[in-house]
């Protein structure tokens, strides 16, 4: 099946990924959710048809082969981070409900007015959004590092100060591509003595992530984008902070006990899991894990790495062409425009061809605004892409322009 940890051969992977055989389709377009092998549609399936049943409720048979492969899932993801203590791997619905959660759980119970939460001007709306509502609450501030027009962050260590809480940043961004120095960033945390945050959406699923190594307090990542089924994420917690918070959801399985007039709390991570989980997407995430070990993180990287290299080349001949960012530490994510072409009819053309990009504000508005542009296009990739699907790209952009001239 796999040559385990050899170079990446695509043909051989797209083999499987059922959707490549029954249709005609060239997937550009992973940053906002990858394909899935057949092995994790399978260990869905298979647990729907041989197992499903609620988990940590029942002594049934059933039931308990749920909870263990649930709570196997968890051990492979603690694994696949070098995480030791799988208590501080909590499944959330993805990358959104993670942030949102130390907003709810820790934020709103640590700041006050005047404090202040930094993060970039280069982050999805799920690293804005959830910080701007706790702040409000709060009467706290939200600082931003600015980026440069190469897309790499400016001077990171002139923003923090004294009142500098937590900081929250993205891991790669999910529009230039660049991988954020980020043991800068949780080191000027910690001299700061604030909370980092990683997000860690486009970073987790493409290479290795050593979350021991990173000692930050906090990461998140969507299941979806790494192999695994829509509807489970994982938040990465420091046990010690995560023993201290408040739940974020109340409900079934996160309480050790319930009166009428008040409730006492379950262990981590099960206090932060409050009703029935999305089990078979857990157990799904963890069969993604499995293949993504299997083909090996580093090689994944390595590979992107050269599509990337190689896409870039290739973009550069076409005429009025603009890639935006061009840091030096880079993923697989491209977002660029063509001179009087609309990204959307960029997009709407490429389909034409079977060809899958997305074009828009990739949920990152105020970088748009600030590359004064209200939309782009944008490829992406993962190990199932090849060098001829960016050919076809390239012809597809070059017949796009011959259409509008
Ligand atoms: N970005 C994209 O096309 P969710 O939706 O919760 O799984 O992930 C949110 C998220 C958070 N941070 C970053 C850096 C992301 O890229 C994303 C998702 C997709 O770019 C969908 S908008």
């Known amino acids: 099946m796999i040559n385990s940890k050899s170079s990446i051969d695509p043909n051989e992977l797209r083999k499987l990924f059922p959707i490549f055989s029954k249709r005609s389709l060239v997937y550009l ?6 394909q899935k092998p057949e092995i994790v549609i399978n260990t869905v399936k298979n647990f729907y048809d041989e197992y499903n049943s609620n988990v940590h409720r ?25 995480i030791d203590k799988v208590n501080s791997i909590i499944f959330t619905k993805g990358t959104t409900e993670s942030i949102n959660l130390i907003a709810y759980s820790w934020v709103r119970h640590n700041l006050q007015k005047d404090d202040e939460i930094l993060i970039t001007e280069m982050e999805h709306h799920s690293n804005i959004v959830p910080w701007q509502l706790a702040c409000k609450d709060i009467g706290a501030k939200l600082k931003i590092i600015p980026f440069e027009m190469d897309g790499t962050l400016s001077n990171p260590e002139k923003y923090f100060s004294k009142k500098t809480k937590l900081v929250s940043v993205t891991h790669q961004s999910n529009v230039f591509g660049t991988i954020n120095d980020i043991d800068k960033i949780i080191t000027l945390a910690k001299k700061y003595n604030a909370i980092s945050v990683i997000d860690a959406a486009q970073s987790v699923p493409h290479f290795p992530v050593d979350v021991k190594a990173l000692d930050c307090d906090f990461l998140a990542f969507s299941g979806h984008k790494m192999l695994g089924p829509t509807g489970v994420g994982v938040l990465y917690g420091k046990p010690e902070l995560l023993e201290k918070m408040n739940p974020f959801l109340g409900g079934g399985e996160m309480i050790r006990s319930v009166k009428l007039n008040e409730s006492t709390w379950n262990d981590i991570p099960w206090k932060f899991e409050a009703g029935t989980p999305n089990i078979a997407q857990a157990i799904g995430l963890g069969a993604a894990i499995d293949l993504l070990n299997q083909i090996g993180m580093k090689e994944i990287h390595n590979y992107e790495k050269k599509i990337t290299d190689y896409t870039i080349n290739s973009l550069r001949e076409i005429d009025g062409i603009k890639i935006y960012g061009n840091a030096p530490n880079r993923g697989g994510v491209i977002t660029f425009n063509i001179d009087n072409i609309h990204s959307h009819d960029l997009a709407q053309i490429v389909n034409n ?14 970088i748009m605004n600030k590359l004064n542009v209200s939309s782009t296009a944008r490829v ?5 892409n090849t060098f001829d699907e960016i050919d076809l790209l390239c012809n597809s952009l070059k017949k796009a322009i011959k259409l509008f001239q």
Do not use: M, V, W
């Open 353 to 366: 061809d079977k060809i899958a990009i997305r074009a828009g504000h990739h949920c990152a508005q105020p």
């Open 29 to 34: 377009d992973s940053a906002a959710t990858s």
């Open 380 to 384: 992406s990739f993962y190990f199932y």
């Open 58 to 82: 029942s002594i049934y048979d059933i039931s308990q082969e749920a909870t263990e492969a649930y709570e196997i899932a968890r051990e492979k993801i603690a694994k696949f981070l070098n």
